[in-house]
Nanobody
Framework: QVQLVESGGGLVQAGGSLRLSCAAS????????MGWYRQTPGKQRELVAS???????NVADSVKGRFTISRDDAKNTVYLQMNSLKPEDTAVYYC????????????WGQGTQVTVSS
Protein backbone atom coordinates (compact mmCIF):
# COMPACT_ATOMS: atom_id res chain seq x y z
CA GLN A 1 0.00 0.00 0.00
CA VAL A 2 0.93 3.64 -0.39
CA GLN A 3 0.66 6.37 2.23
CA LEU A 4 0.87 10.13 1.70
CA VAL A 5 1.54 12.40 4.67
CA GLU A 6 1.05 16.13 4.17
CA SER A 7 2.37 18.96 6.30
CA GLY A 8 2.79 22.72 6.19
CA GLY A 9 -0.76 24.02 6.12
CA GLY A 10 -1.99 26.74 8.44
CA LEU A 11 -3.24 30.28 8.78
CA VAL A 12 -1.48 33.13 6.99
CA GLN A 13 -2.30 36.71 6.10
CA ALA A 14 -2.91 37.75 2.52
CA GLY A 15 0.37 38.32 0.75
CA GLY A 16 2.15 35.77 2.89
CA SER A 17 3.74 32.44 2.03
CA LEU A 18 3.41 28.80 2.99
CA ARG A 19 5.22 25.67 1.92
CA LEU A 20 3.37 22.38 1.76
CA SER A 21 5.19 19.05 1.85
CA CYS A 22 3.93 15.58 1.07
CA ALA A 23 5.97 12.46 1.75
CA ALA A 24 4.99 9.24 0.05
CA SER A 25 5.86 5.80 1.38
CA UNK A 26 5.13 2.23 0.46
CA UNK A 27 5.23 0.38 -2.84
CA UNK A 28 5.71 3.33 -5.21
CA UNK A 29 6.39 3.04 -8.91
CA UNK A 30 9.12 5.51 -9.74
CA UNK A 31 7.59 6.75 -13.01
CA UNK A 32 4.82 8.61 -11.24
CA UNK A 33 3.14 11.98 -11.25
CA MET A 34 2.71 13.83 -7.98
CA GLY A 35 0.41 16.75 -7.49
CA TRP A 36 -1.57 19.06 -5.30
CA TYR A 37 -5.31 19.58 -5.50
CA ARG A 38 -7.58 21.79 -3.42
CA GLN A 39 -11.21 21.79 -2.45
CA THR A 40 -13.60 24.22 -0.78
CA PRO A 41 -17.05 23.33 0.59
CA GLY A 42 -19.60 22.74 -2.13
CA LYS A 43 -17.05 22.76 -4.92
CA GLN A 44 -15.24 20.07 -6.86
CA ARG A 45 -11.65 19.25 -6.09
CA GLU A 46 -9.43 21.10 -8.54
CA LEU A 47 -5.86 20.66 -9.71
CA VAL A 48 -3.41 23.22 -8.35
CA ALA A 49 -0.21 21.83 -9.79
CA SER A 50 1.35 18.53 -10.79
CA UNK A 51 4.85 17.33 -11.62
CA UNK A 52 5.95 14.22 -13.48
CA UNK A 53 8.92 11.99 -12.78
CA UNK A 54 10.78 13.94 -15.48
CA UNK A 55 9.86 17.20 -13.69
CA UNK A 56 7.42 18.45 -16.27
CA UNK A 57 4.89 20.63 -14.51
CA ASN A 58 1.28 21.60 -15.00
CA VAL A 59 0.13 24.63 -13.01
CA ALA A 60 -3.39 26.06 -12.77
CA ASP A 61 -3.80 29.50 -14.28
CA SER A 62 -5.20 30.82 -10.99
CA VAL A 63 -1.89 30.21 -9.20
CA LYS A 64 0.60 30.56 -12.03
CA GLY A 65 3.43 32.90 -11.08
CA ARG A 66 2.64 32.54 -7.36
CA PHE A 67 2.89 28.81 -6.64
CA THR A 68 5.81 26.52 -7.48
CA ILE A 69 5.74 22.74 -7.39
CA SER A 70 8.89 20.64 -6.99
CA ARG A 71 9.86 17.13 -6.01
CA ASP A 72 12.70 15.22 -4.38
CA ASP A 73 12.66 11.67 -5.71
CA ALA A 74 15.26 10.49 -3.21
CA LYS A 75 12.74 11.32 -0.48
CA ASN A 76 9.56 10.56 -2.47
CA THR A 77 8.41 14.02 -1.49
CA VAL A 78 6.57 16.73 -3.37
CA TYR A 79 6.49 20.38 -2.31
CA LEU A 80 4.23 23.30 -3.06
CA GLN A 81 5.70 26.73 -2.41
CA MET A 82 2.85 29.20 -2.18
CA ASN A 83 3.68 32.91 -2.35
CA SER A 84 1.52 36.03 -2.55
CA LEU A 85 -1.37 34.11 -1.04
CA LYS A 86 -4.88 35.42 -1.51
CA PRO A 87 -8.06 34.77 0.51
CA GLU A 88 -9.42 32.80 -2.46
CA ASP A 89 -6.57 30.31 -1.99
CA THR A 90 -8.25 29.19 1.23
CA ALA A 91 -9.04 25.49 0.89
CA VAL A 92 -8.13 22.01 1.97
CA TYR A 93 -5.09 20.98 -0.05
CA TYR A 94 -4.68 17.33 -0.98
CA CYS A 95 -1.56 15.55 -2.15
CA UNK A 96 -1.87 12.97 -4.91
CA UNK A 97 0.39 10.39 -6.51
CA UNK A 98 -0.51 8.32 -9.55
CA UNK A 99 1.01 6.06 -12.15
CA UNK A 100 0.12 3.53 -14.79
CA UNK A 101 1.69 0.09 -14.48
CA UNK A 102 -0.47 -2.84 -15.54
CA UNK A 103 -3.38 -0.65 -14.46
CA UNK A 104 -3.96 2.78 -12.99
CA UNK A 105 -2.88 3.52 -9.40
CA UNK A 106 -4.09 6.66 -7.65
CA UNK A 107 -3.55 7.62 -4.01
CA TRP A 108 -4.54 10.63 -1.88
CA GLY A 109 -3.35 12.25 1.30
CA GLN A 110 -5.66 13.18 4.15
CA GLY A 111 -5.61 16.88 3.29
CA THR A 112 -4.20 19.94 5.01
CA GLN A 113 -6.08 23.18 5.65
CA VAL A 114 -4.75 26.43 4.26
CA THR A 115 -6.51 29.57 5.43
CA VAL A 116 -5.61 33.00 4.08
CA SER A 117 -7.01 35.95 6.00
CA SER A 118 -7.64 39.32 4.39
Amino acid sequence: QVQLVESGGGLVQAGGSLRLSCAASGNIFRLNTMGWYRQTPGKQRELVASITYGSSTNVADSVKGRFTISRDDAKNTVYLQMNSLKPEDTAVYYCNIKWFLRGFSDYWGQGTQVTVSS
